[in-house]
């Protein structure tokens, strides 16, 4: 496993080493004494979610501001553009975003931390997405930061508006949004 500093430090790239041959291949997608060792992180996950998107589909910023949640991400159909935005107001990197490739094909995984908003675009036919985290959904705390907010100024990479949710089409603005500490 290669671990990846990202711009934010704090988040990181995760490229478990991948066995192919004429078969297939073989991954472990997560070991969690070699993920503590490689990323000095001590994390528990407690659950793992699934979503399948259609191309264009834009699915974030999502965050939960209480139960909040580490995310380890990764696709296993399709290829998405990841985005992780820091809302940590003391954070010297808040209010910015990094954002990777993810796919079936490069086996990558993205770690987002506790404090941070996730979200995704889906630029193949279909994705995907499996991720664990390290809190249980709550409904009360949810929250969505607008994918489009001219303060985030994420460049998802889109020639035409995505398809969002009705919660999406709803989110908040960083300037107004329940935000960490």
């Known amino acids: 496993m290669q671990v990846i500093a990202t711009a934010i430090p704090e988040v990181l790239i995760i490229e478990p080493k991948v066995f192919q041959d004429d078969r ?10 070699q993920f503590q060792a490689e990323t000095g992180l001590t994390v ?24 909040a949640q580490g995310k380890l991400v990764r696709v ?7 985005v992780a935005v820091d809302l940590r107001r003391s954070s ?14 490069n086996h990558r995984q993205l770690w987002v931390p506790i404090g941070f908003a996730h979200g995704f675009v889906v630029r193949s036919d279909s994705a995907d997405v499996l991720y664990k985290t390290t809190d249980y959904y709550s409904q009360p705390h949810d929250r969505c930061i607008r994918w489009d907010d001219p303060d985030l100024n994420i460049d998802w990479g889109l020639s035409s508006p995505p398809i969002l949710s009705a919660k999406d ?13």
């Not at 297939?24 to 004494?33: L, M, P, T, V």
């Not at 296993?76 to 990841?82: L, N, R, Y």
């Not at 089409?169 to 500490?181: E, I, N, P, R």
Request: aromatic share 14%; glycine share 8%.
């Open 24 to 33: 297939g291949f073989f991954y472990e997608s997560f070991n969690q004494r």
């Open 44 to 67: 528990e996950f407690v659950q793992d979610n699934h979503s399948h998107s259609r191309q264009s589909v834009l699915r974030g910023l999502h965050y939960q501001i209480a139960q």
């Open 76 to 82: 296993v159909v399709g290829t998405i553009f990841d």
């Open 92 to 105: 010297p990197t808040f209010g910015q975003w990094v954002g990777v490739e993810l796919s079936a094909q």
């Open 169 to 181: 089409q709803q989110g908040q603005s960083l300037k107004t949004a329940d935000l960490f500490d």
